[in-house]
């Protein structure tokens, strides 16, 4: 029969055992290696950036929330200082958002990407040194 100050012990190594084990598996999702960067634009509106690594190359996420349908933003995106790409988004939904979806080369080193959009005055800036 075992002492009753054995099972407390064992069920604490298994409880640990289990974990380690469960990590490596949740890190192989990908997710965990994502930064997210928030902000205030000069207006009203707000910004989000996201970048994580995906198949070898970065993927970066900017969105701009202004609450207001309907609006045209021109936005561009800078990776390591040289444009990525330009264009115009424009808010829809309830939420007024849109949002720009890129995969860019992850060059060696640190990756300074930079999400820009302008709309009548008003100017939002992200960055993300990946």
Request: hydrophobic content about 35%; glycine content about 12%.
């Amino acid at each position: 029969m075992p002492s009753t100050n054995t099972i407390p012990g064992a069920l604490a190594l298994t409880a640990a055992l289990v974990v380690a084990l469960a990590a490596p598996a949740a890190s192989a999702g990908g997710d965990d290696d994502r930064v997210i960067r928030t902000g205030s634009c000069s207006g009203s509106a707000d910004w989000k950036l996201k970048v994580k690594t995906d198949d070898g190359r970065l993927e970066v996420e900017g969105e701009i929330d202004s609450n207001v349908s309907g609006q045209r933003w021109r936005w561009t995106l800078r990776h390591n200082g040289s444009v990525s790409e330009r264009g115009v988004g424009t808010t829809t939904g309830r939420s007024g958002s849109f949002e720009v979806e890129r995969k860019v080369v992850d060059l060696a080193g640190t990756d300074a990407i930079v999400f820009r959009a302008a709309r009548d005055g008003q100017v939002c800036r992200g960055v993300v040194n990946y």
